[in-house]
């Protein structure tokens, strides 16, 4: 049996829609193909091991915690102590038996600083014997009704315990949390595109579409001046961006020009992309939604360099994962933006309908958020390993934490 694993990740939020942690979706490399997308991704000792140990040590990312899913096995192991207590939180299924092994041990767990979350609650399952020793309590809003969710929720208010809605795949789950006073949420809705209506596109969304065309069209330094100058904010949050990039240069880049002469017209392309998704105009947009998509772009990107992709369509590779939910930072239909920008055929298509030369390392990408059984069969095709393809993942990861979105 393999003891190799693909890594998901899913984002858990705060109330106020902060990224506070990652749950990790451990999938065995010989089991993902005949799993259901909500299958059990409890992680046992070898498979975690190894896992892990070949992820290195950038797997826990900047100051987040990573949820585990553990069975009772993983549980009484001796393995636990060697990870990092208070970054980690054991996630117990709702079916655990609370023994007094199980109890005892998970009493102990928590006091060297392990946190204690227990999944898919309810207070009729057996995991609600260990109430008393959990930190978190994920409710799942799609496994009950909404008067149930209601209820459990309310009746865990007297509990100091941090509830969060989990499977959160709609606006309605959302908001129903949400009006619930829900401490934190976790679910694919943070990340997965809804269909929407078409909207005006906002001036300075238009105004950095208008700079994107004009820098693939190789446009003379004053007409790409002439847009700026008619957008302060834009200018002043590129030119920022900017000098970040250009840091050890030892000097401060005060005019576009400038900024051209110094960065070039490629790599002003890629911050452009940046800044269009990290602008946040949309004061509803979750911060997690825009990280999301930086990780789609770096992780594109360090697949294609990964797999023998030219430097071009490398950087088509992150442009693509970039523009990939522009459809809902901007709230648009997808077909409305790709009318207004001029993108190589490459990223058109696979923004438009998923084919084309990367669509196989976008659908792996889209695979990786949420440990979707395909994993397998489209890192097979790319000839990586769970090992390689976890490296790939961990690293995307710590490249944008460096960044500070």
């Known amino acids: 049996m393999s003891t190799s694993a693909f890594?998901?990740?899913?984002?858990?939020?705060?109330?106020?829609?902060?990224?506070?942690?990652?749950?990790?979706?451990f999938r065995r490399a010989d089991d993902a193909a005949s799993a259901t997308p909500h299958a059990p991704l409890e992680a046992d000792t070898q498979v975690l091991v190894n896992a892990l140990n070949n992820m290195g040590t950038n797997w826990l990312i900047g100051n987040k915690l990573a949820f585990i899913n553990v069975g009772e096995a993983m549980l009484t192991s001796d393995f636990l102590e060697l990870l990092p207590p208070r970054r980690v939180v054991l996630d117990l299924a709702a079916n655990i038996q609370p023994t007094n092994e199980v109890v005892s041990r998970v009493r102990y767990l928590r006091s060297l600083g392990f946190g204690i979350a227990l999944d898919d609650f309810s207070f009729d399952a057996p995991s609600a014997a260990l109430l008393e020793l959990a930190n978190y309590v994920k409710l799942d809003v799609q496994s009950q009704t909404q008067h149930q969710f209601q209820t459990q929720a309310a009746r865990l208010r007297s509990y100091p315990v941090i509830r969060i809605g989990e499977r959160i795949e709609s606006y309605q789950h959302y908001h129903l949390c949400r009006d619930l006073g829900m401490d934190g949420y976790q679910g694919y809705y943070f990340a997965r595109p809804e269909t929407l209506s078409a909207k005006v596109i906002h001036p300075s969304f238009a105004n950095t579409l208008k700079l994107l065309n004009l820098l693939r069209a190789d446009a003379p330094v004053r007409e790409i001046e002439a847009v700026l100058k008619t957008d302060v904010a834009l200018s002043f949050k590129l030119l920022r961006y900017v000098n970040s990039a250009a840091a050890g240069l030892n000097t401060t880049i005060s005019s576009f020009s400038h900024?051209?002469?110094?960065?070039?017209?490629?790599?002003l392309y890629r911050w452009l992309t940046l800044l269009l998704v990290t602008s946040n105009e949309s004061n509803h947009l979750a911060p997690a939604l825009q990280k999301t998509a930086v990780i789609r772009a770096r992780l594109m990107e360090i697949l294609a360099q990964e797999t023998g992709f030219t430097s071009e369509h490398c950087d088509n590779a992150f442009i693509a994962g970039m523009f990939s939910l522009l459809d809902v930072i901007f709230d648009m239909p997808m077909p409305t933006i790709l009318e207004h920008i001029s993108l190589p055929a490459e990223i058109h298509q696979v923004l438009a309908d998923q084919t084309g030369g990367l669509s196989l390392l976008f659908r792996l990408t889209m695979?990786?958020?949420?440990?979707?059984?395909?994993?397998?069969?489209l890192a097979y095709q790319l000839s990586l390993s769970p090992d390689q393809l976890n490296q790939l993942h961990t690293s995307a990861l710590a490249w944008v934490e460096e960044l500070g979105l």
């Open 367 to 377: 695979a990786l958020e949420v440990g979707d059984p395909s994993l397998p069969n």
């Open 259 to 267: 900024a051209v002469t110094v960065l070039g017209y490629q790599k």
């Open 7 to 25: 890594l998901g990740r899913q984002p858990v939020l705060n109330r106020n829609q902060q990224l506070i942690g990652y749950e990790l979706l």
